[in-house]
């Protein structure tokens, strides 16, 4: 039935995004965080399991919920136009209930766009938008280098009837961290530019030296030391491969990283639920005896 299908549709749509989102924060369930903790010196292993169950709540609950306070606070969620067209752009009929606007130039005062930069516009149309529950869209742009002049080329919006225009506003589609550095940027002029590329580059060298370490000690399981110098070099030559251009949208990065994830789910998830029972009995009783004083303290 069609109720059934869009309740499992929203259903499975909702879990890919969460799967991916939270995964790319805090890597809960996917099995790489344990290898480095593993590795900890202590007498009793649930003590490092409670340090490795901080992490998600540290990585996804605190910082998390900072940076959507910095952009609620900056009202960078709900800032309005960036620029204004003395003419706004027409309306063009693309298909069959799809609208689409003329190319056109980018408005004066934005010299700072560059080709790539994504835009958008919000247009009104006569259908109701289920998403949102208004009759507002959103119509996507890229600004493209034509000859001497940058101009941008939209996308489509579905309507039986011509759209209009909202405000006329062109605003610039910041996405991901570029939202957060602009949230910055409205309080402090460029500081958002520094902070936020300097905190991401930090991230991706940790996490580059993270995993190098967990890819490190799978290999030596599967087939000893001598085998690490070779993969160090794989892997190293991996890293100039991934930033050399051949994976050119997000949508094929995040593909490529959902599916990587996702396959990592698939093997780690029936391993927790077969060794959940043995886990949560030794957590009990080291509480139980924690309690009971039973640890010296330092």
């Not at 967990?214 to 190293?236: A, M, S, T």
């Not at 391993?271 to 009783?285: S, V």
Request: proline share 3%; with cysteine; hydrophobic share 45%.
């Amino acid at each position: 039935e069609a109720e059934g299908a869009f309740l499992g549709g929203t259903f499975g749509y909702a879990f890919l995004w969460g799967m991916k989102r939270a995964l790319f924060s805090n890597e809960a369930g996917q099995g790489s965080a344990p290898i480095a903790h593993s590795a900890a010196m202590t007498d009793e292993p649930v003590r490092e399991g409670v340090v490795a169950g901080l992490e998600p709540f540290i990585d996804t609950i605190v910082v998390c919920t900072l940076t959507a306070l910095v952009i609620l606070s900056s009202g960078a969620w709900n800032r309005s136009a960036d620029f204004h067209w003395d003419t706004n752009p027409e309306f063009v009929l693309a298909t069959e209930g799809q609208w689409t606007l003329d190319s056109s130039a980018i408005p004066e005062g934005a010299d700072g766009m560059k080709e790539g930069t994504g835009v958008f516009m919000i247009v009104q149309t006569e259908e109701l938008n289920q998403r949102t529950g208004t009759n507002l869209l959103k119509i996507f742009g890229e600004v493209e280098q034509l000859g001497d002049e940058l101009v941008i080329d939209w996308g489509n919006v579905p309507s039986d009837t011509m759209p209009e225009h909202l405000d006329g506003g062109l605003y610039v589609n910041y996405a991901g961290a570029a939202l957060t550095s602009h949230a910055f940027d409205r309080v402090h002029s460029g500081l958002g530019k520094w902070l936020v590329t300097i905190a991401a580059w930090l991230f991706a060298i940790s996490t580059m030296i993270s995993w190098s370490y967990y890819g490190e000690q799978g290999i030596v399981y599967l087939f000893g030391d001598r085998w690490v110098p070779g993969y160090k070099i794989v892997y190293c030559a991996l890293i100039v491969a991934a930033t050399s251009g051949f994976v050119t949208t997000d949508r094929e990065l995040d593909n490529l990283t959902g599916i990587g994830t996702g396959l990592m789910l698939f093997a780690n998830i029936p391993i927790m639920l077969m060794f959940a029972k043995q886990a949560m009995g030794r957590y009990h009783a080291y509480v139980d005896d924690l309690r009971a004083g039973k640890f010296k303290q330092s």
